[in-house]
Structure formats: structure tokens, C-alpha cells
């Protein structure tokens, strides 16, 4: 069976994630660990009330991030 990738735009804990990328030497921001050169990550952007919004990183599947749905 084919596996397939979803890049389903979710909110979590506030964050807005965009779409799967890859952002090796990134930190996951669920587990704190650098993200691979082969690890799909989540590009996500972090609203806040002073300043830009902040660029995040997490594993597409990261073991803390946990069910997001
Ligand atoms: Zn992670």
C-alpha cells in the first residue's frame, strides 16, 4: 500500500503549520533534536504579539509530537 504524504494545513498549540519541507540543521520544536538531512519536517510560523512571527520546525512524524489531529 502506498504511502501517502499529507501536508494538511493543522493548528497546533497556536502554531499554524504550512507544508512538509526539509530543514536539516533545523530544531524540531516538539523534541528539541536537529532535525536530519532525510527527516520531513513541518514548516510552521508562530504568531506573536510583539515582534515577527517566528519560523518553527517539527518532524513530520516526531515521537513527542503525539497526535495532532
Ligand atoms: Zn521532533
Not at 39 to 52: C, F, K, L, M, Q
Request: overall charge positive; glycine content about 8%; some cysteine.
Amino acid at each position: 500500500m502506498a504511502r501517502v504524504e499529507k501536508a494538511k494545513v493543522s493548528t497546533y498549540d497556536g502554531e499554524v503549520w504550512e507544508y512538509l519541507t526539509y530543514a536539516p540543521g533545523h530544531t524540531c520544536c516538539a523534541c528539541t533534536r536537529t532535525v536530519q538531512p532525510l527527516e520531513p519536517v513541518r514548516r510552521g510560523t508562530i504568531e506573536r504579539a510583539s515582534g515577527s512571527p517566528v519560523t518553527v520546525y517539527r518532524h513530520n512524524e516526531c515521537p513527542r509530537a503525539g497526535a495532532v489531529t
